[in-house]
């Protein structure tokens, strides 16, 4: 390794791993982080590369701030740098989250953990209400999109299998696309195969073992298409629903921690593998999450111009985005049941989400306050019970 190669390497191993623990905020504020380093500091890629880059992360599956971490360790120092971006930007947030996931199976059912997770899953709730409400604003772009998204939460209501629900949506508005004479079906032919990897492994055993919860996450991992909290809906009728791994109030638990760590949501993969199956499945589920990514990244280059000249491309995939909405809508609706159960617990969700919409208040600072009213309530609360008996 030459001398210059080397030092491109560490400059991005320490960048990334920079990155890795500081980056509260999501996605989107991921991305201008990595925006204000590499271009404006840095200069490794020019604007119009940068965005290119992002580009290429919304036409593949997974999440979008590790892939594009991913894509800028490869324009840096080529195919290890690729490797060692990845690491570095997801290793920080799944040290933090294994660490939580210890404490919480450690200390969770105690009064004080118990109390500070109940204040924060209504601001929980509401974030993602927030993120559904600003991605809708983009993805459903016009009456077809929402036609789509509506009929793709009542299939998603209805019971059919999510990976099913964004696969027929993508195919179906590129189909429309054809029978309207638009485009070519070369393009939708190498966008096609993605989701479908998926779909080879839809089925999964209901008893638990390391090489189920591995496949589980790497088939969630190929077909994780928008906005992070799509996640849910994946981890929801996977653990939830088709496994039963996980109860309805262990995955709000797991989004929560996952919000208040830096780095991607992805890593409450960490968390649900550490719960489900110890130190040995935190391993395991991270692993099956983010190793996708690195693989379409690797493989996407050749087909990424050809994919965003395409407009039977560009079809698909805003079908599979409306989908995505759509399943984040439904399980939404499904995890609030346990997140606001009392009047309470209502206000906090409404007022969250009044601060994020309309003040646009940092998400950090509202989970903080969630979990010091969570923390307040509860020994009230106990306290009241105690008198009273």
Do not use: C
């Not at 989908?323 to 939404?332: E, K």
């Amino acid at each position: 390794m030459s001398s210059h190669h080397a030092d491109a390497l560490r400059e991005v191993a320490l960048l990334f791993l920079r990155l890795g623990t500081t980056a509260f905020g999501g996605p989107v504020a991921h991305i201008a982080m990595m925006e204000d380093e590499v271009v404006r500091r840095r200069g490794w890629v020019s604007r119009e590369e940068f965005l290119d880059l992002l580009g290429a992360t919304n036409l593949i599956p997974g999440p979008n701030s590790t892939e594009l971490a991913i894509h800028l360790g490869h324009r840096r120092a080529g195919w290890t740098g690729l490797v060692v971006a990845g690491i570095a930007f997801v290793l920080p947030a799944t040290l933090i989250v294994w660490a939580l996931a210890w404490a919480y199976v450690e200390f969770g059912q105690r009064p004080a953990a118990v109390g500070l997770l109940l204040g924060v899953k209504p601001v929980i709730l509401a974030i993602i209400a927030q993120a559904l409400w600003g991605l809708g604003r983009t993805a459903l772009k016009n009456g077809t999109l929402a036609l789509v998204a509506a009929l793709s939460a009542l299939a998603s209501v209805l019971g059919v299998n999510e990976l099913v629900v964004l696969f027929a949506a993508g195919a179906g508005l590129a189909l429309t696309r054809i029978s309207a004479g638009g485009g070519d079906r070369g393009g939708l032919a190498a966008a096609l195969p993605l989701p479908a990897l998926a779909l080879l492994g839809a089925a999964t055993p209901t008893a638990f073992s390391l090489p189920a919860l591995f496949l589980s996450f790497v088939k969630i991992g190929s077909v994780l298409f928008g906005s992070g909290y799509v996640l849910l809906a994946f981890l929801r009728a996977e653990f939830v629903v088709r496994l039963g791994w996980l109860s309805e109030s262990q995955l709000l638990d797991a989004v929560a921690l996952g919000q208040v760590t830096p780095g991607p949501l992805s890593t409450t993969a960490t968390f649900v593998g550490f719960v489900t199956g110890g130190h040995a499945g935190a391993v395991v589920a991270t692993l099956g999450m983010f190793l996708p990514a690195f693989f379409f990244v690797a493989i996407s280059g050749p087909l990424v111009p050809r994919l965003r000249r395409s407009p039977l491309a560009g079809a698909f995939l805003d079908g599979v985005n409306a989908a995505s909405l759509a399943l984040m809508a439904v399980v939404t609706a499904q995890l609030a049941r346990d997140a606001v159960f009392d009047l309470p617990t209502a206000v906090v969700a409404a007022l969250s989400a009044l601060l994020l919409l309309r003040y646009r208040v940092n998400s950090t600072w509202l989970v903080l306050a969630g979990a010091a009213f969570g923390l307040l309530y509860s020994s009230q609360a106990g306290s009241g019970s105690a008198s009273s008996g």
